[in-house]
Nanobody, 118 residues
């Protein structure tokens, strides 16, 4: 069993930066992907970014490329999502995920709210 706990959400203004963290526990993550998804009100959950735990592969949604950076600290068993140049359309609940496949993860965190005001 894997437990994922997100932190770092909040209310910011357009153009600001925010870093989300995802603390993982319960197993080793070799060959797993850790990722981030988001869900805005009245919209479906969408993929944002993912990183293989080895650090050699990353994926990003087109909407965040060049603005968001995913990373992980193996020693701390923690993943991060650095979000720069935030836009109001980035407003959503952000969920940490983990699993063998980047876009169809098995495990989910509880979510953290990110609100970007214009």
């Amino acid at each position: 069993q894997v437990q994922l706990v997100e932190s770092g959400g909040g209310l910011v203004q357009a153009g600001d930066s925010l870093r989300l963290a995802c603390a993982a526990s319960g197993r080793t993550f070799t060959n797993y992907f850790m990722g981030w998804f988001r869900q805005a009100p009245a919209k479906e959950r969408e993929f944002v970014a993912a990183i293989r735990w080895s650090g050699d592969i990353t994926y990003y949604a087109d909407s965040v490329k060049g603005r968001f950076t995913i990373s992980r600290d193996s020693a701390k068993n923690t993943g991060y999502l650095q979000m720069n140049s935030l836009k109001p359309e980035d407003t959503a609940v952000y969920y940490c995920s983990a699993g063998v496949f980047a876009r169809t993860p098995k495990y989910w965190g509880q979510g953290t709210q990110v609100t970007v005001s214009s």
